[in-house]
């Protein structure tokens, strides 16, 4: 029960710390593009795992976690691939309309889900679907206002959904798979995502801004920004693989939503941006959606636990011996009593 408790609450350190990450450096990133007109988002995301990659080179060097290689074409893969989903996803925002890239990022869940279930043979609750339908909806109604379509933006962005879905997937599969932590996973593949970055950053830059990212002007107060968006993001890219890790890729498309929706609230509140009662009820029923889909998932998990835990302390064939009780004349009886052993929550995965 300790196990399962700490486990829990890891979790949920995991999920506060990815919210909060993520709500301050997307903050950081408006102020920086918008205000101070640094438009270059791919290359800002190389700077970020390149930052990230030395500061777990550091704590590697303090022996904060420790490093255990495995197979490397799995990692060379996994961090290629995250670098292409970043950048698609950049480019779909570039090509779209920002409603068409809200719907390209609603589209990321029941795509994840399909995948899990075709691939993994996962099985999502009717109660599961019921609460990830008013998420989307929700989400959908506070965020999507334009749908302007063109080939070459749905292209990309059905490209961004499925390297998107298979990177968090895979993110999930290769801890359990090798047995490594989060921090171990992020810092062998951060080199490779930061190289696709840092080589096609400036071209996929050029491309949406019609300007020179190495031309800009790097004021004081724009290197200020820059340089607190990366120490940030050093947060941001540890609590993503970690709470992945720890819960699932679904899971992390729901906080990931959460997210979106405190992103507005706090637009409003500290930028002024506009906000209108859609917004307002888009959150509310998004809102509804995640403490539907955290209540089902709790229930469930509890579930799989107490079965685990029921399964553990059913006596076997093998601990009792029927022949010594017909030999003492009280056949099974007198050793019915089977010593239970420990029992603990074999279920460490919370599931969505």
């Not at 438009?39 to 700077?47: G, K, P, R, V, Y």
């Not at 506009?274 to 509890?302: D, K």
Request: hydrophobic share 45%.
């Amino acid at each position: 029960m300790s196990e399962n408790k700490g486990f829990q609450l890891g979790t949920i350190g995991a999920l506060s710390l990815s919210v909060v990450s993520s709500v301050s450096i997307v903050i950081c990133n408006k102020a920086l593009i918008s205000t101070l007109g640094f438009t270059f988002a791919t290359t800002l995301t190389s700077w970020h795992l390149l930052v990230t990659f030395c500061s777990l080179h550091v704590a590697l060097c303090m022996k904060l976690f420790e490093h255990k290689p495995f197979d490397a074409r799995a990692v060379m893969g996994f961090g290629i691939l995250n670098g292409i989903s970043i950048g698609l996803l950049n480019l779909s925002l570039g090509f779209n309309s920002v409603g068409f890239y809200q719907m390209t990022k609603l589209a990321i869940i029941p795509c994840t889900v399909l995948l899990e279930t075709l691939f993994f043979r996962k099985l999502f609750s009717r109660s599961v679907q019921f609460s990830l339908i008013i998420l989307l909806i929700g989400v959908g109604i506070a965020t999507v206002t334009d749908l302007q379509l063109n080939v070459l933006g749905s292209v990309l962005s059905l490209l961004a959904v499925l390297t998107t879905c298979v990177a968090q997937i895979m993110t999930n599969t290769i801890q359990k798979k090798f047995k490594v932590s989060s921090t171990q996973l992020l810092y062998q593949s951060c080199p490779y995502q930061a190289i696709t970055l840092f080589v096609t950053g400036p071209f996929l830059d050029g491309m949406l801004t019609n300007k020179n990212v190495f031309a800009f002007k790097y004021t004081p107060q724009v290197l200020f920004f820059i340089v607190l968006s990366c120490l940030i993001s050093v947060s941001v890219n540890f609590s993503t693989f970690l709470v992945i890790g720890k819960t699932s890729p679904v899971t992390y498309q729901v906080l990931g939503h959460l997210k979106t929706c405190l992103v507005l609230a706090f637009g409003y509140v500290l930028l002024h941006d506009p906000f209108s009662w859609r917004n307002i009820l888009g959150i509310l029923i998004a809102v509804v959606g995640m403490v539907l889909y955290s209540y089902y998932c709790t229930v469930e998990t509890q579930q799989k636990a107490n079965e685990a835990s029921a399964q553990l302390t059913q006596p076997k064939e093998s601990e009792t011996d029927p022949l010594i009780g017909v030999e003492n004349g009280s056949a099974i009886l007198s050793d019915g009593v089977v010593t239970k052993g420990p029992v603990w929550n074999s279920n460490k995965d919370l599931h969505a």
